[in-house]
């Protein structure tokens, strides 16, 4: 193999996006629709990738696909040169007002239903200029989000956890209302508020949130837990097992109260108003489609916020 890295020229940069999709996709099979290559291909645009630049980058076999010490620097200095090559578009595009490149953003699932999400007017407001934007979405787990942006993988997020990441900034953009949920099937479910005491509560086994740090946790942190939940969606299914209790969204569980499947337990005092933050990189001079964007979801969640009061 080679000892020096050559210049980059397009076909570097062809290889490259291959090779960052097979790590994000985890592997070569599953990279093959989202590339629309087939495996064989994929292989030797990595062998030949590998070859330029001398290094070994990922291991494949029986036990999976995984990076090297060396691929993992390479694909973390991909996503900072992809980022300056769509950096350097917006930037030279907003020069002559107009808004070109790739906008990414993550957000947290279930918030979709959620009336005070600014997502889905933001982005009319960004669409009803004149733009060739190409804007991709997609839904992790709360704190994925943050590391996302940290990382260069996303340029915006939308999330209900706040780490101690330096670099990012954090807006609120709104709050949603979560509270403590048993399943009818749950010895809490028929039980009045006045007959619940402290000790009922420590004896139940809760649904700790495994997307938020401790210092975040409300009430829960001194009670019973034995099984931890990353996504809403699994603190749903632990509650519904009847074995345990769990903070929910009011607006995700309100169709199964209706139902009688879910019941809010002490709402008065196991009720708090959750905020939900838009996060990007902290930066002097942010790129006009990700300043643009943000403005967007700030501007649509004044409006909504201002609609919710009256």
């Known amino acids: 193999m080679r000892l020096e890295i050559p210049p980059l020229d397009k076909v570097d940069i062809r290889l490259l996006r291959v090779f960052k999709a097979v790590t994000e996709c985890n592997g070569f099979a599953a990279a093959e629709e989202t590339l629309g290559l087939g495996r064989s291909t994929i292989s030797i645009h990595i062998s030949d990738l590998e070859t330029r630049f001398g290094l070994k980058l990922c291991v494949r076999g029986p036990s999976g696909f995984s990076l090297t010490p060396q691929g993992q620097v390479v694909y973390e200095a991909t996503l900072r040169l992809f980022s300056e090559i769509n950096s350097f578009r917006t930037t030279v595009a907003g020069s002559k007002g107009q808004l070109m490149g790739e906008l990414t953003i993550w957000q947290m699932e279930n918030i979709a239903s959620d009336p005070l999400n600014p997502l889905v007017g933001a982005l009319r407001r960004f669409r009803e200029r004149s733009n060739g934007v190409e804007i991709t979405m997609n839904v992790v787990p709360s704190n994925d989000v943050e590391r996302g942006v940290y990382d260069g993988r996303c340029d915006l997020g939308l999330t209900g956890s706040r780490s101690p990441l330096n670099g990012l900034k954090y807006e609120e953009a709104y709050s949603e209302r979560i509270t403590l949920y048993c399943g009818s099937k749950h010895p809490l479910f028929g039980r009045s508020v006045s007959t619940l005491t402290d000790d009922d509560l420590r004896q139940v086994d809760f649904v700790r949130r495994g997307f938020v740090t401790l210092q975040q946790e409300m009430v829960e942190t001194n009670w019973n837990s034995t099984v931890i939940s990353m996504h809403v969606e699994a603190t749903l299914q632990f509650i519904l097992t009847g074995l345990h209790i769990g903070y929910l969204p009011d607006q995700y569980a309100a169709a ?18 959750w905020p939900v933050y838009i996060v990007s990189r902290e930066s002097n001079a942010p790129s006009i489609l990700i300043s643009t964007f943000r403005d967007d979801l700030l501007s649509e969640s004044r409006r909504l916020a201002s609609q919710e009061t009256n």
């Not at 199964?256 to 108003?273: A, H, M, Q, T, Y």
């Open 256 to 273: 199964l109260v209706d139902l009688g499947i879910l019941r809010k337990i002490n709402p008065e005092r196991f009720s708090v108003n």
